[in-house]
């Protein structure tokens, strides 16, 4: 079953300045797919489209086989959560507890379900100890590890996070870099939209866009590897894959170093 | 800045922190009408003894709210100063003449400037005030040597001296009231109170939920601008700009370039915080659950009724006394 699919889609901010052109991508049931781009090149306007904060200027989006309408996309966002970049500007809540529960009242869950359900996802993010903070006590990951709580106890099958780790300090990334491998057990559609390559390489499938268009899709380890479309993008490639990259044009046949370089890079 | 706290809460376990929010709202009002409702001094002092019975079994400390009328400390003394020197009715209590003589003009103008430059380092600064002006005003009365170049009359009427701390004490009670409110109540609290006790407005298509959610992100991000407006300050510091001192037109750029980097910086904030609220499903204006409820207890119908009896009695007062 497709969780989303997006036919020829196109949209512009200005006229005759197309920030997304003709862009076609199906994302399965329980698929982990990274969109990579540099900044300003529509990865972010791709996520607020399937979300429904934008409207496409041409072309559909498939949200779990429903049509993306101005009368669906209320039901659409009950199926699609998204972390945002800048964890202290999606904090809507007065506590850590107020902000979880925010999306539920939302939703018009019960008092009695929505306590519970704030438990368990501030348990399962590791934020239990933190629910009658306020945002300016917690670090920069915790808030964002809120906001995946957030989303999480709003039961979406899909989440995007929109470079949701790019404003944390190392620590905080790998924190929420371990729930973004969690979720993926648990069967949900996880779309992360990233410029850096450690975050790509957990994904099982990259799309990696450049100026408004999909320039190459593939499975992570081929695009990890393909050094023009990197190059073309303006990404930088990891250094293990880098070394293994410049081994290969030389011909090394040493399949143990090749093999210790790849390992290597899935552990950056 | 990081201490600027809005509403001041201050957390503690007394009664009055079990008051449910709407309770004390209402009770506010009430009790702010019957405080207009007094008309003489002695009434007001009763109030006022009964304001500090009040502070006193919710252990409040006076110090917290005096600290809420310090802003207010310009106000008061200007209404009081006002209804003394300007009020004529009633018998005449003092008539003194102010001599502004060749020495005593002089002095009054060094006492000034030895309390614009003492003023920092005194610890009481109003009790220090105060002393200041009756120094000036004893020297005007009392020194009557040298050349004298005019003469004014300094005379006070009954009828302005009682009015003056009637005033006075109207002010006071009436801000003690609604510190006593912020100070035992929770900014969340108060505004799922404000949000109830506004509801009938609805009658009138004020959507009272959005005002209450308007006012709920408000108190959470004041915290976040205050530390934006820090960082800024900093930021425009190292520029060369100095926040400390300059004259007016020095004072006025340094607002600007305080003000336009937080208004844009506001701006993009409200747009992202807008997307991440929508994409959480939020609809302005369609029902919600809420995590938060209120509970009505007997103490709160107590309280009430205790109000509503101040009430009665300040209007059966108006009345018969």
């Given at each position: 079953m497709n969780s989303i699919e997006i036919k020829n889609v196109s949209y512009q901010y200005?006229?005759?300045?197309?920030?997304?052109?003709e862009i076609n991508l199906t994302i399965k049931k329980g698929e982990w797919v990274t969109i990579l781009g540099h900044n300003g090149s529509g990865k972010s306007t791709l996520s607020k489209l399937i979300i429904g904060l934008l409207k496409p200027k041409t072309g559909e989006i498939n949200v779990n086989g429903i049509p993306l309408t101005q009368e669906t996309v209320y039901d659409i966002r009950q199926k699609v959560g998204i972390v945002f970049q800048n964890p202290d500007n999606q904090?809507?809540?007065?506590t850590v507890r107020d902000d979880i529960a925010f999306g539920l009242e939302n939703l018009q869950i019960p008092r009695e379900e929505m306590i519970e359900r704030i438990e368990t996802y501030a348990r399962k993010v590791n934020v239990l100890e933190y629910?009658?903070?306020?945002?300016?006590?917690?670090s920069g990951g915790q808030k964002q590890r809120v906001a995946i709580a957030g989303i999480l106890a709003m039961h979406t099958d899909i989440i995007i996070f929109?470079?949701?780790?790019?404003?944390?300090d190392p620590k905080g990334r790998n924190m929420v870099l371990e729930t973004m491998k969690q979720l993926r057990h648990e069967g949900k559609t996880i779309i992360t939209i990233t410029h850096t390559m450690n975050e790509a390489l957990l994904s099982d499938r990259i799309v990696v866009l450049k100026d408004g268009r999909i320039l190459k899709e593939g499975s992570s380890q081929t695009i990890l590897k393909d050094k023009t479309t990197l190059e073309k993008s303006n990404l930088e490639m990891l250094l293990p894959l880098k070394v293994l990259y410049d081994l290969e044009q030389e011909n090394y046949t040493n399949k143990r170093i090749k093999d210790l370089l790849w390992e290597l890079s899935l552990n950056v | 800045m990081k201490n600027i706290v809005i509403g001041r809460y201050i957390p503690g376990n007394s009664f009055l922190y079990k008051i449910d929010p709407r309770t004390k709202i209402i009770a506010l009002i009430i009790l702010m009408v019957a405080v207009f409702m007094l008309r003489s001094l002695i009434f007001m002092l009763a109030g006022l003894g009964l304001i500090m019975l009040l502070l006193a079994i919710g252990k409040i400390s006076v110090k917290r709210v005096y600290l809420g009328l310090r802003p207010l400390m310009f106000l008061l003394i200007f209404t009081f100063s006002f209804q003394i020197l300007f009020?004529?009715?009633?018998?005449?209590l003092i008539d003194v003449t102010l001599h502004y003589t060749v020495l005593t003009i002089p002095l009054i103008i060094a006492l000034f400037f030895f309390w614009m430059y003492t003023k920092k380092i005194i610890r009481f600064k109003l009790l220090y005030f105060f002393f200041i002006v009756s120094l000036i005003l004893s020297v005007l009365i009392f020194i009557d040597v040298g050349y004298t170049l005019n003469q004014g009359a300094l005379t006070i009427y009954s009828q302005g001296l009682e009015m003056a701390f009637f005033i006075m004490l109207r002010l006071i009670i009436i801000v003690t009231l609604s510190t006593i409110l912020t100070l035992t109540t929770k900014p969340t609290d108060l505004n799922l109170g404000l949000e109830s006790v506004l509801k009938p407005l609805k009658i009138f298509r004020v959507n009272t939920e959005e005002i209450a959610m308007i006012l709920a992100i408000s108190l959470r991000y004041i915290p976040t601008l205050l530390d934006e407006a820090n960082k800024i300050m900093l930021a425009q510091a190292s520029r060369g700009?100095?926040?400390s001192e300059g004259k007016l037109k020095d004072k006025v750029m340094q607002i600007v370039s305080l003000l336009v980097p937080m208004f844009i910086i506001s701006f993009k904030r409200s747009d992202e915080l807008a997307n991440a609220m929508e994409a959480r499903s939020f609809v302005p204006g369609r029902n919600r659950t809420r995590l938060q409820t209120l509970h009505w207890s007997s103490l709160d119908t107590v309280a009430l009724s205790i109000a509503f009896v101040a009430l009665f009695t300040s209007i059966a007062l108006r009345i018969f006394v």
């Amino acid at each position: 079953m497709n969780s989303i699919e997006i036919k020829n889609v196109s949209y512009q901010y200005q006229p005759n300045k197309p920030v997304l052109q003709e862009i076609n991508l199906t994302i399965k049931k329980g698929e982990w797919v990274t969109i990579l781009g540099h900044n300003g090149s529509g990865k972010s306007t791709l996520s607020k489209l399937i979300i429904g904060l934008l409207k496409p200027k041409t072309g559909e989006i498939n949200v779990n086989g429903i049509p993306l309408t101005q009368e669906t996309v209320y039901d659409i966002r009950q199926k699609v959560g998204i972390v945002f970049q800048n964890p202290d500007n999606q904090f809507v809540g007065v506590t850590v507890r107020d902000d979880i529960a925010f999306g539920l009242e939302n939703l018009q869950i019960p008092r009695e379900e929505m306590i519970e359900r704030i438990e368990t996802y501030a348990r399962k993010v590791n934020v239990l100890e933190y629910l009658n903070k306020e945002p300016h006590a917690l670090s920069g990951g915790q808030k964002q590890r809120v906001a995946i709580a957030g989303i999480l106890a709003m039961h979406t099958d899909i989440i995007i996070f929109d470079e949701a780790t790019s404003m944390l300090d190392p620590k905080g990334r790998n924190m929420v870099l371990e729930t973004m491998k969690q979720l993926r057990h648990e069967g949900k559609t996880i779309i992360t939209i990233t410029h850096t390559m450690n975050e790509a390489l957990l994904s099982d499938r990259i799309v990696v866009l450049k100026d408004g268009r999909i320039l190459k899709e593939g499975s992570s380890q081929t695009i990890l590897k393909d050094k023009t479309t990197l190059e073309k993008s303006n990404l930088e490639m990891l250094l293990p894959l880098k070394v293994l990259y410049d081994l290969e044009q030389e011909n090394y046949t040493n399949k143990r170093i090749k093999d210790l370089l790849w390992e290597l890079s899935l552990n950056v | 800045m990081k201490n600027i706290v809005i509403g001041r809460y201050i957390p503690g376990n007394s009664f009055l922190y079990k008051i449910d929010p709407r309770t004390k709202i209402i009770a506010l009002i009430i009790l702010m009408v019957a405080v207009f409702m007094l008309r003489s001094l002695i009434f007001m002092l009763a109030g006022l003894g009964l304001i500090m019975l009040l502070l006193a079994i919710g252990k409040i400390s006076v110090k917290r709210v005096y600290l809420g009328l310090r802003p207010l400390m310009f106000l008061l003394i200007f209404t009081f100063s006002f209804q003394i020197l300007f009020n004529t009715q009633g018998t005449q209590l003092i008539d003194v003449t102010l001599h502004y003589t060749v020495l005593t003009i002089p002095l009054i103008i060094a006492l000034f400037f030895f309390w614009m430059y003492t003023k920092k380092i005194i610890r009481f600064k109003l009790l220090y005030f105060f002393f200041i002006v009756s120094l000036i005003l004893s020297v005007l009365i009392f020194i009557d040597v040298g050349y004298t170049l005019n003469q004014g009359a300094l005379t006070i009427y009954s009828q302005g001296l009682e009015m003056a701390f009637f005033i006075m004490l109207r002010l006071i009670i009436i801000v003690t009231l609604s510190t006593i409110l912020t100070l035992t109540t929770k900014p969340t609290d108060l505004n799922l109170g404000l949000e109830s006790v506004l509801k009938p407005l609805k009658i009138f298509r004020v959507n009272t939920e959005e005002i209450a959610m308007i006012l709920a992100i408000s108190l959470r991000y004041i915290p976040t601008l205050l530390d934006e407006a820090n960082k800024i300050m900093l930021a425009q510091a190292s520029r060369g700009v100095d926040f400390s001192e300059g004259k007016l037109k020095d004072k006025v750029m340094q607002i600007v370039s305080l003000l336009v980097p937080m208004f844009i910086i506001s701006f993009k904030r409200s747009d992202e915080l807008a997307n991440a609220m929508e994409a959480r499903s939020f609809v302005p204006g369609r029902n919600r659950t809420r995590l938060q409820t209120l509970h009505w207890s007997s103490l709160d119908t107590v309280a009430l009724s205790i109000a509503f009896v101040a009430l009665f009695t300040s209007i059966a007062l108006r009345i018969f006394v």
